[in-house]
C-alpha cells in the first residue's frame, strides 16, 4: 500500500476510535464538531470524564506525528527516509544492543523502590496487575497492527509498524510515571528519558522508521493510561480473598479465591 493513502487511512481510523475513548463516565455533556479528512462528525450530549481527554491528548499526539512522517515524499524534511537518513548520519556505525534491555528499565524501577520501601501509587499487589493488564493490551494492539500494515523495516525485515521495543518501553515510563510523579518529578523524566533512548537505538540500529518508533511511543502510553483509568483496585484487598484448606479423594491441598 501507498505510504500517503496508508497514512490517510490510518487517521481517518484513529480520530474516531480516540473520540470515542472520550465518551466515558462523568456528569458534563459537550456538543462538539470535528472535521477528519473533510468528513464532519458530530457528538451531541456525549458524556465525557476530564481524565479521558486529557490522558488521549498525548498518546494522540504523538501517533498523529508518527503518522505524518508517512506522508511526505522521501526528499522532505518530514519524511520518514529523511529523518532516518539524518540520524544515521548522527550515529555513524553505531551498533548497540541496549534497546533489548532498556526498554524494561522502568518498570523494574517501579518494582525496585517498591522493594526499597518507596510508596507509589499502588500497593505491590495493584502494580503487579496493573503492568500485566497494560502489557496484555499493549501486545494486543503491536501484534494486531503488524500485519495490519506490513511495513518493511529500514534493515528490509518484515512488519516495522509499530515499534514493539518502543511500546513496551512507554508502558514502563507511564507506569513509573504513574506511580511516582508525586514522589519526584524527576523520576518519571528519567523513566521517559530511558524509553526516548530505546526508541532513539531502534532507528540507529536500523531496525525501524520513526514512523514506528512515534507510533509505538503513543500505543505504550495509552494502553497503560486506559488500564490506570479503568483498574478498580480490587486485587488485594483482605475482604476480596479467601483462603481455605481442601480435600480430595487422593490427598489435599489449598483452595485460593478472589473476588474481581
Known amino acids: ?108 524501577a517501579v518494582f525496585g523502590l517498591n522493594a526499597a520501601g518507596l510508596k507509589g501509587r499502588s500497593d505491590f499487589v495493584n502494580q503487579v496487575v496493573i503492568s500485566a493488564k497494560a502489557e496484555l493490551l499493549m501486545n494486543i494492539l503491536v501484534d494486531g497492527m503488524k500485519p495490519l500494515f506490513h511495513t518493511t523495516r529500514p534493515s528490509g525485515g518484515a512488519n516495522s509498524m509499530p515499534s514493539g521495543h518502543t511500546a513496551q518501553a512507554f508502558v514502563s515510563a507511564t507506569i513509573l510515571d504513574m506511580e511516582y510523579r508525586h514522589t519526584s518529578p524527576w523520576i518519571s523524566v528519567a523513566g521517559y528519558a530511558a524509553a526516548a533512548t530505546t526508541g532513539l537505538f531502534r532507528m540507529i540500529n536500523n531496525k525501524h522508521w520513526i514512523s514506528d518508533v512515534l507510533v509505538g511511543a503513543g500505543i505504550g502510553i495509552f494502553s497503560t493510561k486506559v488500564v490506570y483509568f479503568t483498574h478498580q483496585y480490587h486485587w488485594g484487598k483482605k475482604g476480596n480473598m479467601v483462603i481455605l484448606p481442601t480435600i480430595l479423594k487422593k490427598g489435599g491441598g489449598v483452595t485460593f479465591a478472589m473476588l474481581l
Open 1 to 108: 500500500m501507498n505510504p500517503r493513502n496508508l497514512a490517510f487511512a490510518f487517521l481517518i481510523l484513529l480520530f474516531p476510535n480516540f473520540l470515542f475513548s472520550q465518551q466515558f463516565r462523568s456528569g458534563v455533556f459537550s456538543d462538539t464538531l470535528t472535521l477528519i479528512c473533510g468528513k464532519s462528525i458530530k457528538f451531541q450530549n456525549q458524556i465525557v470524564h476530564p481524565q479521558w481527554v486529557k490522558g488521549a491528548i498525548v498518546p494522540a499526539g504523538i501517533i498523529i506525528a508518527g503518522v505524518i512522517t508517512l506522508v511526505p515524499e522521501s526528499n522532505c524534511l518530514l519524511s520518514k527516509y529523511r529523518i532516518h537518513d539524518e540520524v544515521l548520519n548522527l550515529f555513524p556505525g553505531v551498533n548497540s544492543p541496549i534497546d533489548n534491555y532498556l526498554q524494561f528499565a522502568p518498570l523494574v
